[in-house]
């Protein structure tokens, strides 16, 4: 039997406060909590490459290969909504890699030691799971991946972009005990991506972006109410598959040629099966 959940995103670039809001939020990384019929799962995305980056010399990080890192959580996260059948669609058209993966151990034993778990990734509880997903995810093509996960598998799905100046990140970087190098912060803070609803129709009435130039102390408890709220709206509100109904209407609006709009519906029905009969975990 499957339960509801939904994907909160808390991105922005270092130092904008993700991690802080994300611990609030779900309560210092606590057991998990009833709040409104639902549990919040905090799952930091260092949680799953951590050791990889302190591998690294400091000014190496730039080298580090983050969007291999990222499609591997995601293949994680995957994987945590198929053990413990979250969402509205029991299979959907996505076909995972083999189990073994050491991201995926690190996943699970950390959500054992935190009596999220057991030792295989399920659950220690029954009901409804928001999972609050603490990444940079400072473009909005990152951001959009775990929107396609949850319409795959039928999630609410929240975005919470935090944002603040760069003089007041770049100090909050330096307070860490392991900083990224300032022209980390600063590259990323110039390529950020903030969400914008009136342009990316995906994002409305699912993200808000929130300034933290503020004290945390100060920001937190307001925020906290808002994204809580946003969280349990959007269990009523997941998103919907995509229908050939919308590709149809996408692609008459970039094709000129009835025939290439025919060609390409007959290869995302084809695509669509074939990803469904592949399903495997």
């Known amino acids: 039997m499957s339960r509801s959940g939904c994907l909160v995103l808390v991105c922005g670039i ?3 406060g993700k991690t802080t809001f994300s611990q609030e939020l779900s309560g210092h990384y606590s057991p998990p909590y009833d709040e409104s019929h639902y549990f919040l799962i905090p799952l930091h995305t260092d949680l799953l490459y951590p050791l990889d980056l302190r591998a690294l010399q400091i000014q190496d990080v730039d080298q580090f290969n ?55 990734g399920k659950f220690s509880f029954s009901g409804n799971v928001a999972m609050v997903i603490d990444d940079n995810l400072h473009l909005r093509s990152m951001r959009y991946e775990y929107y396609q996960m949850a319409r795959d598998y039928g999630l609410g799905f929240v975005e919470i972009f935090l944002q603040c100046h760069l003089d007041t990140a770049l100090a909050r970087n330096a307070q860490r005990s392991c900083p990224l190098p300032p022209s980390t912060v600063e590259r990323l803070g110039e ?17 808000v972006v929130m300034s933290t130039d503020c004290r945390l102390n100060a920001f937190i408890p307001v925020a906290r109410d808002k994204v809580l709220s ?21 692609v008459s609006n970039d094709c000129q040629s009835p025939v290439s709009v025919s060609i ?3 290869s995302f029905n084809l695509s669509y099966v074939t990803r469904q009969h592949l399903w495997v975990i």
């Open 191 to 207: 390529a950020a991506e903030p969400p914008d609803p009136g342009g990316h129709r995906w994002e409305e009435g699912r993200s």
């Open 14 to 16: 270092p130092g904008s």
């Open 66 to 120: 983050f969007k291999e890192a990222r499609r591997e959580v995601n293949d994680c996260l995957r994987r945590l909504l198929r053990v413990n059948s979250i969402g509205l669609h029991s299979s959907p058209p996505y076909c995972l890699p083999p189990h073994s993966s050491c991201k995926w151990d690190k996943l699970v034993q950390w959500l054992a030691e935190h009596k999220f778990a057991d030792s295989t």
């Open 230 to 250: 946003m969280i349990t709206e959007s269990f009523s509100k997941p998103v919907q598959p995509l229908s050939c109904e919308d590709v149809e209407m996408k």
């Open 264 to 266: 390409y519906l007959h």
